[in-house]
């Protein structure tokens, strides 16, 4: 510990990613306390806006860091590690948590003007929201895979208490399901878990003796090829099973369109935009370990099957969906279906379009709830039978949820038509061809629905007569960030991700 | 000595299961609870016996802390909630299954767990043999109460089943993951057990039961 503690303090180059690791996860600690103390509303606004830039900016860095040195870990025994994955979930999770933070501001006061919540339920949401992104940041860096269970049950727990701020009855009932099936969920995972950690520690391999070493991650993967097949299939079951309910991947994925309704919208954004990306992290981390151990085919299949399913169902909900809010959440699960199959396809084209995928869908969707944040406010329904004409009373909002849609549906130009095409093109390389054909059939579907709910919603003439509003400044703002962003990642990639895409490569192999 | 040990490992087993069983056949919310209770007495005794067997020091802090969170916290916890709901109705009045064959049906989970161990590739040692088995029956009945049952309070109590199951499953396969870990899951239980305390209280104010079948406000179309 001293000594870990004297090389930080060195403060050399190879350690500046390490003191970044420290800090980025105190941040929003110091935060969560501020907010505790201050208790006065613009103050805490602001403490959670400048912790949430903060992160950001550290994250950013780390990121580059990653790209430079391939990964970066801290202490002894490296507690915590971060690799080109954690780098591609560390990405939405800060940058979604900032303008989620910006967007809070406005939607919150909104809330908070309107009667619906008062000042002990703003700390209250502030310090979930600091915990919240407390719980999603420490699932990227933790090595341990013990610690990455225990941070992802810790983002249910904070998550359901989000919800529960408001003590509506669909609330309630949405937690409760939430924290129901998530915690039943999480059981497998851990189950999954303890199994891949008995397969490690008798192994055979050297140095694996200590119980803090067998289930750190990297230990586990330097041992991998000396695992025991059959274990490891059982384990890799448990654990799909287990993170697959709580990434929201069908037929596990029932509490989640309940969840990420009734949650309050900056919350619905975080939900789908980052947390489900966590859990798929947790299971891209062991089918990398399983890769390894008994080579790809194994979960390649599991993960396109789940993929295809999710696909497929969320294709029929949407289809036959009312609430816009619902439409979205079910949107979120085809879109972990197409990242699930983007894995299990592999290739590099895959994995490019995996992590092109994540980072794409965390950009659209968390635009398209804060849209329907402003919409639902505005409208005071989420009914989309109610909603007419939005270009007219919300120019602005209007023509951003119009973006938004298009985006997530995968029209070109925008990100996410890149990225699915990339899979797509991956699934036809390694020959899958019923399920990629499934799944441009089911996308087909989801499109027609999607734009006809979509284009009902922005054009026509309001129900009632109603001024143009576009609830000011600071819930546009945050849109029109992730707005631009949809079109500059649909016409220009970083080469940063190429590097991360490639560095991610040389670890399925 | 190996013959003494083998029986005392035996008989705690019985004993961990006739407590899971409690839970199975009663009826009454308080009734669960000091079933529950019992349970929690009763692996964290098996957890002592575990670390005795073993000779790890970290396995009795664990026992220590399951006695002290599982036996004594949790069930003041949800006793206390109980107590606070005014619910005219405190029992299990019909579950989807019935008592009688709820009984039947744990019996043979209890007896599939044995057969399944056997399919499950691993070392065995007289503490794996024992336990293990009965760490996945606890699983699979936790996970069958709450299925069955319609109250919301008896599926926290199948949620802890689950986690106990899973509980003596890692410490008995694996001599207990690393300190830390074991307390962060301690942690998160103790606070996944508040937050459902919770909203037991708001289910039952804003509902006026604690039938999960009448929360079905959230559907599509």
Partial sequence: ?509 | MDFPQFDILAVSSALLLVTTFGVVVRQGFLDWLSAYRYQAIALSAVTAIIAYVTGIWEIYIAAALTLAIKAIIIPKVLTFVTQKIKLEVKIEENPYVSLRLSVLISAVLVALSYFLVLEIPIKSDPVVAAYLPLSISLFLIGLFIMVIRRMALNQVVGLLIIENGLFLFATALTHGTSLIIEIGIFVDILVGVIISAILLVRISHTFDTLDIGKLESLKDS
């Fill in chain 1, 1 to 509: 510990m001293i000594e870990s503690l004297a090389s930080i303090s060195a403060g050399t180059e190879a350690n500046s990613g390490s003191i970044l690791l420290v800090s980025l996860l105190l941040t929003p600690i110091v935060s969560g306390f501020l907010v505790t103390i201050l208790r006065r509303k613009r103050a805490i606004e602001l403490v959670t806006v400048f912790s949430a830039c903060l992160v950001l900016v550290q994250a950013s860095a780390l990121i580059v860091e990653i790209i430079n040195e391939k990964s970066v870990s801290a202490f002894d025994g490296k507690p915590l590690y971060a690799d080109a994955f954690s780098a591609v979930i560390l990405l939405p999770i800060a940058g979604v948590g900032f303008v989620s933070s910006i967007y809070s501001v406005s939607y919150m006061s909104r809330q908070y003007d309107d009667g619906i919540v008062d000042d002990k339920h703003i700390v209250r949401y502030y310090q979930g929201f600091n915990a919240f992104l407390f719980t999603m940041l420490l699932v990227p860096v933790a090595n341990n895979t013990g610690v990455m269970w225990v941070a992802i049950e810790a983002t249910t727990l904070v998550s359901v208490l989000l919800i529960m701020l408001y003590v509506k009855e669909n609330a309630i009932e949405a937690a409760w399901k939430y924290l129901m099936v998530a915690t039943v969920g999480l059981a497998f995972a851990l189950f999954g878990t303890v199994l891949f950690y008995y397969a490690a520690i008798n192994s055979g391999a050297g140095g694996l003796s200590s119980s803090e070493q067998g289930m750190n991650w990297t230990d586990m993967l330097a041992g991998a090829k000396l695992l025991d097949p059959n274990l490891v299939k059982l384990a890799f079951i448990f654990l799909l099973v287990g993170y697959g309910t709580k990434a929201g991947l069908a037929p596990m994925h029932t509490w989640l369109p309940d969840a990420h309704s009734e949650a309050p919208t900056p919350v619905s954004a975080l939900l789908s935009g980052v947390l489900l990306n966590c859990s798929i992290y947790a299971i891209i981390r062991f089918h990398i370990i399983s890769t390894n151990a008994i080579g790809s085919a194994f979960s390649n299949q599991l993960l396109i099957i789940l993929g295809v399913v999710s696909v497929g169902i969320a294709a029929a909900s949407i289809y036959f969906q009312k609430d816009m809010k619902r439409m979205l959440a079910y949107s979120s699960v085809e879109h972990m279906g197409i990242i699930s199959l983007a894995i299990g396809f592999g290739g590099f084209y895959g994995i490019y379009g995996a992590i092109l995928h994540i980072i794409n869908h965390a950009i659209a969707k968390p635009l398209m709830f804060f849209a329907s944040g402003n919409i639902s406010q505005r409208y005071s329904t989420k009914a989309m039978s109610e909603i007419r004409g939005i270009i007219r009373t919300m120019p602005v909002t209007g023509a951003l949820f119009l973006i938004g849609g298009l985006a997530i549906v995968g029209m070109p130009p925008f990100n996410i038509f890149t990225s699915e095409f990339l899979v797509l093109s991956s699934g036809f390389a390694s020959n899958q061809f019923l399920a990629s054909g499934l799944v441009i059939l089911f996308l087909v579907v989801i499109f027609a629905s999607f734009m006809r709910h979509l284009v009902r919603m922005v054009f026509g003439n309001p129900k009632v007569e109603m001024k143009q509003d576009d609830m000011g400044k600071l819930a546009i703002i945050p849109m029109l960030i992730l707005a631009a962003m949809t079109i500059i990642l649909g016409f220009f990639i970083p080469q940063g991700l190429q590097t991360l895409a490639e560095d991610a490569m040389e670890m399925l192999k």
